[in-house]
């Protein structure tokens, strides 16, 4: 079963920088959309970046200018850029990707999630 595990996470400054990082694993055989979403104490989850296969993004309206999203298919793996980071940027943090994969009754393609990484930015 395909895992993702995600890293990067911390407690930043305001105005600050963090890279978040999400490496896909298991009986892979092609990964689709990738992605993050976020999720702060008594809010929803909420989409943060958005990358397809060929590379095209899209980003909420709240980290546009300041985000970047991209992906290393070799790797599979994605990446979160996030600058000029901002208190109300505080959440946990979750990676996803679309997924084709393996198991033992055949081949299926679904959504996969991490497990989560705390991105905590002070004023």
């Known amino acids: 079963q395909v895992q993702l595990v995600e890293s990067g996470g911390g407690l930043v400054q305001a105005g600050g920088s963090l890279r978040l990082s999400c490496a896909a694993s298991?009986?892979?055989?092609?990964?689709?959309?990738m992605g993050w979403y976020r999720q702060a104490p008594g809010k929803q989850r909420e989409l943060v970046a958005h990358i397809t296969t060929g590379g095209s993004t899209n980003y909420a309206d709240s980290v546009k200018g300041r985000f970047t999203i991209s992906r290393d298919n070799a790797k599979n793996t994605v990446y979160l850029q996030m600058n000029s980071l901002k208190p109300e940027d505080t959440a946990v943090y979750y990676c996803y990707c679309n997924v084709r994969e393996l198991t033992d009754v055949g081949r299926r393609t679904r959504d996969s999630w991490g497990q989560g990484t705390q991105v905590t930015v002070s004023s």
């Open positions: 298991g009986s892979i055989l092609s990964i689709n959309a």
